[in-house]
């Protein structure tokens, strides 16, 4: 039963984290790993300034849609 229990667990922390990335909710932790990875320019950005920053490049690019 305890086996069963931890399968179940370690598959919804996968699911979970599954769906943060989807739905961009880890993007931050993902910028901060990246960011550590590559230490050579200044600090990592603060939780405000990267969600700003991660909208004004979403947004600047021209929308050829309609």
Same mark, same amino acid.
Do not use: I
């Given at each position: 039963?305890?086996? =069963? +229990? ?7 922390? @996968?699911?979970? @984290?599954?769906?943060? /990335?989807?739905?961009?909710? =880890? +993007?931050?932790? &993902? %910028?901060? $790993?990246?960011?550590? =990875? #590559?230490? $050579?320019?200044?600090?990592?950005? &603060?939780?405000? /300034?990267?969600?700003? /920053?991660?909208? #004004?490049?979403? %947004? &600047? @690019?021209? #929308? @050829?849609?309609?």
């Amino acid at each position: 039963m305890k086996r =069963a +229990a931890k399968t179940t667990w370690r598959f919804l922390r @996968r699911l979970w @984290r599954g769906v943060r /990335e989807w739905c961009g909710d =880890a +993007a931050y932790e &993902s %910028y901060l $790993r990246s960011k550590g =990875a #590559n230490s $050579r320019s200044s600090g990592p950005l &603060s939780p405000s /300034e990267f969600y700003v /920053e991660q909208l #004004n490049r979403r %947004y &600047s @690019r021209p #929308n @050829r849609c309609c």
